[in-house]
């Protein structure tokens, strides 16, 4: 059983996601486990950790991946790290369901 790298929560879910900004593009790189042993979604983006560029991209990618507005898709911790957590908004189930399909996809 693949293990996932989100929790679900009432109002939808926490996506734990390890960033590689400056890359050549923006793209999903998978799930791998982090050194504690937890489930942690591979993204890069092509924009610069600089002024937010990254993570603006970040949750932008994410919002276009998974059909969400921007506005669904907001950076709750790791903010200048690169292991960050972004809850995504809406039913639970649901957005389990879209993560789940991305990845299989991916």
């Known amino acids: 059983m693949m293990q996932v790298p989100f929790t679900l929560d009432a109002d939808g ?5 390890r960033l590689t900004p400056r890359a050549s593009r923006t793209g999903l790189d998978g799930v791998r486990t982090d050194a504690d042993g ?14 937010g560029a990254a993570n603006a991209a970040l949750t932008a990618f994410v919002a276009k ?5 921007k506005a669904e898709v907001v950076l709750v911790s790791g903010e200048t790290s690169r292991t960050k957590r972004l809850h995504l908004s809406g039913n639970a189930g649901d957005l ?4 789940e399909t991305w990845l299989s996809g991916s």
């Not at 879910?13 to 996601?17: E, I, Q, S, Y």
């Not at 389990?96 to 993560?99: G, K």
């Open 65 to 69: 991946s998974l059909k969400l507005r």
């Open 13 to 17: 879910l926490t996506l734990a996601v």
């Open 96 to 99: 389990a369901a879209r993560v």
């Open 38 to 51: 937890r489930p942690v979604l591979c993204l890069r983006v092509a924009a610069p950790p600089v002024e």
